[in-house]
C-alpha cells in the first residue's frame, strides 16, 4: 500500500513534469506562419477574408502587438468578447485558480461555480425584470441560440420565428434560419424554418422612407397590419395562433452596424407580440454585460424579455461559454426536463469560474455610470469628427457602442469602399500618437458595408478614447 502510494506520487510528478508548459513565444515568422496557413488551413472561417490576415503576439488592456511590438488600440475587442480588457488579472487568477483546483469535471456532475453563476444570472434578472427564471449554458453564442430554439419549439410547439432583416444571431443550420443575410444559406441548400424577417428600426436609413420624430413608430403598425390580415399568412383569427413562436430580437443591431432603436420602440414591438402570443427572445450575445452601460441591453428600453441569449464577455475571451436564461413558466423542470439539450463541455469550470468572476466584477464595480459617461464622452468626439469630415454621414451609439458611417462626397450615399480602406488602413501600424507608432484595430457591420462599428473595452481610459479620436481623424484626413 505504502509503496502504492509512492509510485503514484512519483508517477504524479512526472506526468506534472512532462506537461509543464513553456511560457515562451514561438520563435517563427509571419511569413512561416503564412505558408504553413496557405497550405493546411481551412479558408472557410472568417480570418481569409484578408488575403494576408495581420499576425498578432501579445496583447493587454485595450491594446493587441504585432511581431514588431508596435502597439494597436483595439476597438473590436474579439467581436465584443472581452469587454473587461484584455489580460484582465482578476479574472486570469481566478482562471489559474481554477486549473489549480478542478479544471476537469464531466459536465454531468455537480460542483460549486455552475450553480453559483447560474444563481447571480438568474437573482440579476430578478432584479431587473421581477422574473424568477433558470439558466442553461451551452458552448458559444451560435449553439445558445440553437438552444433558445429548442425552448421555444419545446414550449410553443412553433418551428418558425420573426427576425429582423440585418439580425444575426450566428451561423450554425438553426442560428442562419434567425440570421437575416442571404450570403449565410445561399451554399446550403434549403431552409425552411427560415425567420419571418421584418424590417429593423433603422432610422438613419428608414426602409419605409419616414422620419423618426415623426413616424409614430410606422414599421411597427406595419407588423401589427401583417396581424389583423387574416390572409397575410402568420395568424389565424378563428384559433388565434400565431405561425411564428418567438421573435428574436437584438437589442441594438450588432453584424448590423451597432442600429440604436429609439427609446420607445420595443415596447411598442413589444405590445404587438402581447397582443398575437408571440414570446420575445432578447439576444445579447454582443450586447451584453456592460457594452451599452447596463448589464443587458434590453434594460434601457422598459420591456421584460422572455428568453435571454447570452456569451462572448460571459467569460471575458477566456472560455466559449454561452449561455440562455428563461422565465420559469418555459424552463421549469416539468416542461425542460433532464436531457432536453446537453453538450459534454458545456457545463465546464473553467468557462463557469471566468463568468463567475466576470459577474463579480460588475455587480461589485460602477459600470453602469462609468460606461455611460465615458459613451457619452466618446459619441461627443465622433459628432465633432462628424462636423469636420464629410465622409462621415451618420454617428450614434449606446453606452460604448459606437457607429460611424462611411459615405461619399454626397454625405449620405454608403461608400463601402472607404470602410474596407479605413480598416486595412489602420492595420498598417503606421499611425502616430504622441510621436510613437500604432495602430488601430476597427470593425465593420451593417446593411450597406459602410459602417465602422466602435467596441471598445468597457473598461477603456479617457486617455484611451482621447487616442481613438485622434488616431479615427487621422484616418479619415488620409482617405477622404
Ligand atoms: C447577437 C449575436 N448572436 C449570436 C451570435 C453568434 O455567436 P457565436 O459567434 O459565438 O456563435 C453573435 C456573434 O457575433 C451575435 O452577435
Redesign the pocket.
Known sequence: MVLLEKDLVTNLKEINRQNAVESTKLDISDEELASIDREYCTYGDKIHADANPKVFRDCNGVFMYDSDNTPFLDLEMW???CNLGYKNKRIRDAVVNQIDTLPQISSHFQYDYKVLLSEKIAKANIKRFGTKGRVHFNV??????EDALKLIRNYTHKSRMFSFFG??????LG?SCLTAGYRYRKPFGHFSEEAHFVPYPYCYRCPYGKHCDSCNYYCVQQLRREFEDNCAGIYDHSSKECAMGAFFV?PVQ??GGYIVPPKGYFKELKKVLDDFGVLFVD?????GFYRTGKLWAIEHYDVKPDVI?F??SLTNGLN?L?GMWAKEELISPEVWPNGRTHSTFCNNPIGMRAGYEVMSTFEEGDFEREVANKGKYFLDGLKELEKRHKRIGNVDGLGLALRIECVTEDGYTPDPQLLHDILAEGLKGDLTYNGKKCGIILNKGSHYNNTITLVPAVTISYAEIDMALNLLDQLFTRLS
Open positions: 467581436f465584443a468578447s458559444g453564442g451560435s449553439q445558445v441560440i439580425g444575426f444571431h450566428g451561423r450554425t442560428a437584438e450588432g453584424s439576444d445579447e450575445i454582443q450586447m441569449t456569451g462572448k466559449p454561452g
